[in-house]
């Protein structure tokens, strides 16, 4: 597949305080059992240097898997979807504009949604020409970048659903040209203030006190700016009316200054608790405060924000309305997960499950995708295993568990000391882990690290399970604490790993490609991935005993559960165009949203790469049955157009095993109705694992998000009868009283699957 695809230590400090057993070579270092290689073998591709940053930000890890990381890898970078604004910083100065939707037609019979760059307003200094284009300073969700040449610099900061770019200038005047004539409309009496609708849309530029704009053609103005105040906003409005012009005019002077989202995770109440919070400069005047952009996934349900939300912009992530407010908040449920289900024993397919699984495990090693020479599909290899060895275990053959855990922990351990051509890179210089060999530009694009060790920490936490040795920091465990540290450092700015690396706090969802390479930025496939990645923090940081870093992943895992809701499948109604014939999203970009896969428009591999893997953690999926059911059904009749061109389905049932289950979290019977024991299954996954993820939702029901508990693995499900069945997992080492929000109790013993019926 073709994916155009953060809590950890620093390096130094790990070294030093995980006790790792630690020597090193030219080229290798070891970490317990493990080798990393410090310098990729001859012939591998090198990680990619982000050199247009300032001396300062060149001193800390390349922030990678971001919004903005085109910035920093490219001299002519790419366009930045800032929302409501896109902007783009070239040599001729900084472009900016507030894009407009566009119905693309596609031959899948379907459309995209776009909201591309077009026709920007410029920005440049008439003093001075530009320098090469830098990022200068990140925060959560703003950036600044800088322009320099000598002693001559000019400096933007946009951040997410602000609607402003800001700007400082050392010297001069300052030049705004126009895509075509536009057209000045009253702001009164103040003469730092130039609004203009050009090709329909509202904009004004707000400069210091005592500066005149003067028009030099129709299409360029200049605003003559007072010696020592070389600062200036430019805005894109929601309207031209009068009091909206009043509105910006207060917030123009505070100037972005730093962000940061704050987290807090309440066990207790299995609440997870975001503050958003904006620092800012002010240039003159009274301190009145930003103007924020909140995005449907803050905004919508958000008692706390409504009463305070302004006017609105029509973007392609929905209605992004403002706020006057320097922070809010938001409050999301926890549902939890449990690592794996208990045995499936009163079923009449019991005997089916059994003989299943007895082939399962005897054609385990030839399922570990010796196929798949990378890290990717080597982590989908053990991945794949290990759920069925959660099943075997179950079933009670312990012989067996035992068989497909040496297994997986041979092949595991094969990777991590770099046996033959297999091995993980760290780059200091770069801050990331790269491993080889490579697939899918995970090392060229830095794409879909998360995706990638989401697979490796998940198969070593479903190891640690049983042999808890495995992960000492004499053998694999600081292997895997590189691996959670380059997804999941919380430090900002620090030098060994970039905070969060794929994950964006203020969109609430991560990005898989490593680099944005087109006007529509950053782009995520694969939610389901993401998801699995975050599920696999949480199990890992509880083995671990490590509070910070659950803490994060189930932050992680709620926050993206709402975005994917929004973004990628549009539960609410808030976010697709009425013209968006699809029911979900596959990719969701900055810029635009598609139906599509990167490396396929077979419609049942759009529609599985965001529901696989379906595992115990995806119960999530499930939220909104109705939903489910109109999903699959777009399956035939999407499937009879692609073959209308002349394609092939291959093969016709294509990751049925993934569709059943996804039927089964909103229906057990109809999707265990519609599994074919003969017929595809998806190579992540095992026919074992699918009946027997079918049998448990046939004889538990589907997942009850009304109901949490105040731990962090949990799982209600309810049937159709009503008859609920909670359970609960205690990845500790002493035994833990479970409270049910309902009430219900159950005590559970250490490393133990609890279950009351």
């Known amino acids: 597949m073709k994916h155009i695809r953060f809590f950890g230590i620093a390096l130094a400090f790990c070294l030093a305080a995980c006790n790792f057993a630690w020597a090193q070579t030219a080229n290798t270092a070891k970490i317990g059992a493990g080798t990393i290689y410090l310098a990729p073998k001859e012939g591998d591709r090198p990680v990619p240097k982000a050199k247009f940053r300032t001396d300062a930000l060149l001193k ?87 322009f320099v040449r000598g002693q001559d610099e000019m400096l933007f900061t946009v951040a997410h659903g602000n609607p402003y770019v800001s700007f400082q200038i050392s010297r001069g005047d300052v030049r705004l040209r126009l895509p075509v004539a ?54 894109g409005l929601p309207d031209d009316r009068p009091d909206t ?76 309305k ?13 549902n939890g997960f449990v690592p794996y289900w208990p045995a499936v024993s009163d079923s009449p397919r019991k005997k089916q499950l059994d003989e299943v699984m ?33 099943v075997v275990e179950q079933q009670g053959d312990r012989a067996g568990r035992d068989r497909l855990l040496a297994m997986v922990k041979e092949r595991a351990e094969q990777w991590l000391t770099g046996q033959d051509h297999t091995y993980f890179h760290l780059d200091k210089s770069q801050g990331a882990i790269a491993s080889y060999p490579e697939e899918y530009y995970f090392v060229e694009q830095m794409n879909d690290h998360h995706f990638v060790y989401g697979y490796w920490i998940r198969a070593a936490a479903d190891i640690a399970l049983r042999d808890p040795s495995w992960i000492a920091k004499d053998k694999w465990g600081g292997m895997i604490d590189l691996l959670v540290g380059d997804i999941a450092t919380l430090k900002r700015n620090g030098a060994d790993f970039p905070f969060m690396r794929n994950f964006d706090p ?60 929004h973004y990628w499948f549009d539960l609410y109604g808030q976010v697709f165009a009425p013209e968006y014939k699809s029911l979900e999203s596959s990719i969701v970009f900055g810029g635009k949203y598609v139906h599509n896969t990167w490396w396929t428009d077979e419609p049942r591999q759009i529609k599985g790469i965001n529901l696989l893997p379906v595992t115990t953690a995806s119960t999530y999926l499930g939220r909104n049955p109705d939903f489910v059911k109109r999903s699959l059904a777009t399956l035939k009749p999407e499937t009879d157009i692609y073959l209308a061109r002349d394609k092939k389905a291959n093969p016709p049932d294509m990751w049925q095993d993934i569709f059943a289950k996804y039927m089964g979290l909103a229906d057990p019977d109809l999707g265990l109705a519609q599994w074919n024991r003969w017929g595809s299954f998806e190579l992540g996954d095992t026919r074992t694992h699918t009946l027997h993820y079918l049998l448990s939702l046939q004889e538990m029901g589907t997942p009850d998000f009304d ?5 962090t693995f949990f799982s209600v499900f309810k049937r159709a009868d009503g008859h609920k069945t909670y359970l609960a997992f205690n990845a500790g080492k002493t035994p833990i009283d479970v409270t049910f929000s309902d009430g219900k109790t159950l005590t559970v013993a250490p490393n133990t699957l609890g279950q009351l019926k």
Do not use: C
């Open 182 to 235: 536009g057209d000045r409309f009253d702001s009164g009496d103040d003469a730092r203030i130039l609004a203009l609708r050009v090709k329909g849309k509202p904009y004004a530029l707000f400069g210091p006190t005592g500066m005149q704009w003067k028009k030099v053609s129709p299409t360029e103005w200049v605003g003559l700016m007072p010696s020592g105040k070389g600062y200036v906003s430019a805005a």
């Open 506 to 565: 203020y969109e609430g969802h991560s990005w898989a490609s490593g680099m944005a390479f087109d006007e529509f930025g950053g782009n995520q496939e694969s939610s389901s991935e993401a998801m699995n990645a975050w599920a696999a923090l949480i199990l890992w940081a509880e083995i671990t005993g490590n509070r910070e870093l659950r803490d994060l992943g189930v932050y992680l895992y709620t926050t993206e559960i709402n975005s994917i809701n």
């Open 707 to 711: 109901v949490t508990a105040n731990t």
């Open 245 to 320: 012009l009043a509105l910006f005019t207060r917030h123009a002077y505070a100037f972005i200054d730093d962000t940061r989202a704050e987290w807090k995770y309440d066990q207790a109440t299995s609440k997870v608790d975001t503050t958003f919070n904006t620092m800012t400069k002010i240039m003159e005047g009274q301190d009145n405060g930003p103007l924020l952009g909140l995005y449907p996934h803050q905004w919508f349900n958000n008692a706390s924000v409504q009463s305070a939300l302004g006017q609105s912009y029509d973007t392609i992530r929905g209605k992004i």
């Open 60 to 146: 800390t890890a390349a922030q990678t898997g971001q919004w903005y990381t085109s910035q920093m890898f490219y001299a002519q970078p790419e366009v930045l979807q800032v929302h409501p604004l896109s902007v783009k910083a070239t040599p001729a100065g900084v472009e900016f504009v507030l894009p407009a939707k566009e119905v693309v037609p596609t031959v899948r019979q379907d459309v995209e949604i776009h909201y591309p760059h077009r026709n920007p307003l410029v920005i440049s200094p008439v003093a001075f020409k530009l320098g090469q284009s830098k990022v200068s300073k990140v925060s959560d969700w703003s950036l600044d970048m800088s």
């Open 322 to 334: 403002l706020i006057e407010a320097s922070q809010f908040k938001t409050s999301l449920t926890y």
């Open 358 to 390: 007895a082939a399962d495990v005897r054609n385990a090693r030839r399922m570990m995708l010796e196929e798949g020479k990378g890290p990717y599909w080597q982590g989908k290899g053990l991945h794949r295993i290990l759920k069925l060895m959660d």
